[in-house]
């Protein structure tokens, strides 16, 4: 139901008709997300309610948390195709009622349900720290290449470096005392 968009997270209460009951919007901080929670938590009162968060596995993860900890169970709704989307509009309340619509149709089984159990979390960050570092060092490589082409160095780089001339360069500096 609640939907992370810039600086709030509108949520929008739908009936099993689909008929939004109700909505408002919290600020993404974590008291907005705490009032979040206790306003799903007076709108559930007793009975059993299902919460869709989109981005459960990302922005919505901290919203997601305070959910499962309150007692509800937590779903993310399907991919809605652009095609779907088109002429519809787009506003924090349209596709809060549109996310929490989105599940109406499909069997509890089916639900996309979140998964970020320790050991998925810790793959996601060691892949992510894997990922900045490759690119860190394509920028650093790149930025080498482009100094050795400008700066004479006896070092052919008409092509891009290789692992053992960067190698030399880092010795050639390292013996001249440059850091």
């Known amino acids: 139901m609640p939907r992370c968009a810039s600086a709030s997270r509108p949520g929008s209460k739908a009936a099993a008709t689909g008929a939004v009951q109700d909505k408002a919007s919290f600020p993404a901080s974590p008291a907005g997300l705490d009032r979040a929670r206790t306003w799903i938590a007076h709108r559930a009162g007793q009975q059993a309610a299902l919460v869709v968060i989109e981005g459960i596995g990302s922005y919505g993860a901290g919203l ?8 509800f169970p937590v779903a993310e709704p399907s991919v809605m195709g652009s095609a779907d989307r088109r002429g519809v509009g787009k506003t924090d309340d349209l596709d809060a009622a549109r996310i929490a ?4 149709s499909v069997d509890i089984d089916r639900l996309r349900r979140p998964r970020a159990d320790g050991s998925r979390v810790a793959m996601r960050v060691l892949v992510v720290a894997r990922e900045q570092m490759t690119c860190e060092r394509t920028r650093a490589v ?3 290449t482009a100094l050795v082409r400008t700066v004479e160095l006896g070092v052919d780089a008409r092509k891009s470096l290789a692992y053992s001339q960067i190698k030399e360069i880092a010795c050639s500096a390292d013996r001249q005392g440059v850091a």
């Open 101 to 104: 619509r989105s599940v109406l």
């Open 142 to 144: 790149n930025a080498l």
């Open 64 to 71: 997601s948390d305070r959910v499962l900890a309150a007692g």
